[in-house]
């Protein structure tokens, strides 16, 4: 190493890696997932990990993803609910995956909560 | 890209109460579980609370669980870390509240913290370079290289108002101008990690931490004083932390942080670790740089000193772990951020190791000023079952007390001074009312008497004579005539000791004496020990009134000295009772009175 932006590059690289150590405070954007046993039945495990990788793929600050037990309505799980500061709380059921990179980018990037997986959409 | 990680605490206080079975079950059942890529578990330092050791925190969550078996750990796994229900039994008490769980860093234990040395202890993983210069870690060796000039170093270091951690208090900045200030063809760093004071683990913890902080600020010290060569002196009882200095060092070598040509600046650096083998003497700097060239351990007279005639009779700085933790972040933030922590004359925060008889037994890192009611009541959580808190002893043997009229006293070199204590190295042990002061003093003494190196007359039979008299005293034999003897002695020692060792060795005889001069007294005059721990002193019988001649006491008594019939009222015989205290510990009335 010769060079302070080798250092700087070793520092970012690890430092993204080490995000989920951080305490981010009260206005951390939280994604909960269930991962009760109706939860990880129904596929909450990779559903869980795609938001891990989606959120260090785009290197998005101030956002935790954390698991919770079962919420209640076992019938729709997976079921992830997001809570943002000061706003209502957005619960998504049936998840998968797939669908993990389009809540992430419309909803926790841009704010437009994807009304088709809601629960208030699949109880209609 | 983990989705958690598992921090579990592998400084030696937890490894002591297991936390390497814990690491090996957490990992074994982390992969039967088949969770291997998703949750990683990370062996740190020491979190400072060792009193609740072995010590886990589980992000994101940050839950921290406290007294953690290897029996708990299925449950942490499946119930935590598979389904994501928090293991609400193991948890941290003080993070518990009805509603909410609150993080670590709102407990009364870290609230008043203020974690500089420690910055990075319990956070980081200790082995793993990158994870250092994430936070920040090797910025400030390269700041020093690429932008100043080592005068501009220097500077930085004395506007800080840095003072040596180790007990001494010189100021840093000004330590390293005088072996900058001398020139020759080589010059050395020499890193004092010899920790000998009973109670104090400090400068192990940092090591044990964060041993690339070390690594870094002993490199600045070389670039800022002109030395190529340092190394670190660490006692070989600390084996956790010589094992991850010497991965630091081995890792901040492939990074080129350490060896030719560092930074591309022209500057070479290169680090040695020494083992030493224990002895208390070697803690003294001439002493430590005595056994690096390989003699025995023994102290020399200084002037010359170090600066200008020291390691293998080069120019040496030489500092404490503890000093030279700050200065990565002090060149990092400034002078004005260092110097903007503490009190007039003493800068910055200090860390101190908390034993005793206090609830939360571990280090803490405060700022300077903080007082010792501060200290021990609100960090500490104050003193166990219920007992008044009598006095906090300071500096280990070389040390003094702070008795609990002068609690309120703002902590900083000068204050400790001036009511005849010293800051000493940390070691901060908490005694209450069931610790007898003479005692106290003679386990000290015990201690300096073992650990004189024999060098010089004052300390080797001094130290002995002035042990004597303090067994004279708890026995019960002593006159008034022996008190003022015993402080003539003190004093002697004291002017005509080689060393710091003898010349602080009295200290604690002294400290006792000023501030609790009635127990000396009434062990001489009165011919009792009012704490009730002088074994000679004291006396141990049976309250007729309460004794209900159950027999217990006679059962367990190893010499057979109660003797008493069922229903009968039990008595010692106080010619055959060796005063073990076991039938006053058996008794369920309270009959069994100790005077």
């Known amino acids: 190493m010769k060079t302070l932006e080798e250092l700087m590059a070793i520092r970012d690289k690890t430092k993204q890696r080490m995000t989920v150590r951080e305490d981010t405070g009260d206005d951390a954007v939280r994604i909960v997932v269930g991962m009760a046993t109706c939860g990880i039945a129904a596929g909450a495990r990779p559903v869980l990990n795609a938001f891990v990788e989606e959120i260090a793929k785009r290197n998005l600050k101030g956002v935790t993803v954390t698991q919770t ?56 | 890209m983990y989705r958690s990680h598992v921090l579990v605490c592998g400084g030696t206080g937890c490894t002591s109460s297991n936390s390497a079975a814990i690491i090996e079950a957490l990992e074994a059942q982390i992969a039967e579980k088949g969770l291997s890529d998703e949750i990683k578990v990370i062996r740190t330092g020491c979190f400072g609370l060792c009193a609740l050791g072995p010590i ?136 004092n990690a010899d920790e000998g004071d009973p109670g104090a683990f400090m400068d192990r913890s940092v090591l044990e931490g964060d041993p690339h902080c070390i690594v870094e600020a002993m490199t600045i010290c070389g670039y800022a004083t002109g030395a190529t060569e340092g190394y670190v002196y660490v006692r070989a009882e600390y084996p956790i932390a010589v094992k991850r200095l010497q991965i630091a060092i081995d890792q901040a070598r492939e990074y080129g942080l350490l060896g030719k040509n560092i930074f591309d600046s022209g500057f070479d650096f290169d680090l040695h670790i020494r083992l030493g083998a224990g002895a208390f003497v070697c803690g003294e700097e001439t002493a430590l740089m005595t056994s690096i060239e390989g003699n025995r351990g023994e102290p020399r007279p200084r002037p010359p000193y170090p600066a200008v005639k020291g390691l293998f009779k080069k120019p040496t700085t030489e500092n404490n772990v ?5 200065i990565p972040q002090i060149i990092l933030n400034g002078a004005e951020w260092f110097a903007s922590m503490g009190t007039e004359k003493s800068k910055g925060t200090k860390v101190f190791a908390l034993g005793g008889k206090i609830k939360n037994t571990g280090l803490v890192e405060i700022p300077m000023g903080t007082t010792l009611r501060e200290i021990i009541e609100e960090i500490g959580g104050g003193i166990p079952n219920g007992k008044k808190f009598k006095a906090a002893q300071t500096g280990g043997p070389s040390g003094g007390c702070i008795p609990a009229s002068l609690m309120d006293t703002p902590i900083d070199y000068d204050n400790l001074t001036a009511i005849g204590c010293m800051m000493g190295s940390g070691g901060l042990i908490v005694m209450d009312e069931d610790n007898c002061m003479v005692d106290i003093a003679k386990f000290f003494l015990d201690f300096t008497v073992d650990e004189s190196c024999g060098k010089c007359t004052p300390c080797r039979v001094g130290t002995k004579r002035l042990r004597e008299m303090l067994e004279k005293i708890t026995d019960g034999k002593a006159t008034l005539e022996d008190l003022d003897k015993l402080e003539e002695l003190c004093y002697y020692i004291k002017e005509n000791s080689l060393c710091g060792l003898g010349q602080t060795a009295p200290n604690p005889v002294l400290a006792t004496l000023k501030f609790f001069r009635d127990e000396y007294v009434a062990h001489i005059v009165d011919k009792t020990c009012p704490a009730g721990v002088c074994k000679k002193l004291v006396s141990y019988s049976i309250d ?51 005077k």
Request: aromatic share 8%.
């Open chain 2, 322 to 326: 503890e000093t030279f933790a700050n």
């Open chain 1, 69 to 124: 037990g079962c919420i209640g309505m076992c019938q729709y799980e997976p079921i992830v609910e997001v809570i943002q500061p000061g706003k209502e709380k957005v619960t998504y059921v049936k998840m998968t995956a797939d669908k993990v990179a389009r809540v992430v980018n419309d909803h926790i990037v841009n704010g437009n909560p994807v009304a088709e997986y809601t629960v208030g959409a699949i109880e209609k």
């Open chain 2, 56 to 191: 886990m925190i589980v992000y994101p969550e940050g839950c921290f669980y406290s007294q953690v078996k290897v029996e708990d750990v299925p449950e942490i796994v499946e119930e935590h870390l598979l389904k994501g229900r928090i293991v609400t039994r193991l948890l941290y008490d003080e993070t518990v509240h009805p509603d909410e769980i609150k993080s670590l860093k709102e407990t009364d234990f870290y609230a008043k913290q203020h974690r500089v040395a420690l910055r990075n202890c319990g956070v980081i993983d200790p082995e793993n370079i990158d994870e250092y210069i994430a936070y920040d870690g090797y910025q400030a060796l390269a700041k020093c290289l690429k932008e100043l000039t080592p005068e501009q170093v220097v500077q930085i270091v004395k506007d800080s108002g840095l003072r040596g951690r180790g007990g001494g208090g010189f100021p840093t900045g000004l330590k390293w101008s005088f072996t900058a200030a001398n020139q020759a063809d080589q010059k050395y760093v020499v890193c």
């Open chain 2, 544 to 594: 007729a009134e309460k004794c209900k001649g159950c027999t217990a006491c006679a059962r367990k008594c190893p010499v057979g000295a109660i003797s008493g019939a069922v229903k009968e009222i039990h008595s010692i015989d106080k010619e055959k009772c060796i005063k073990c205290g076991v039938c006053m510990d058996t008794c369920r009335f309270g009959a069994v009175v100790k």
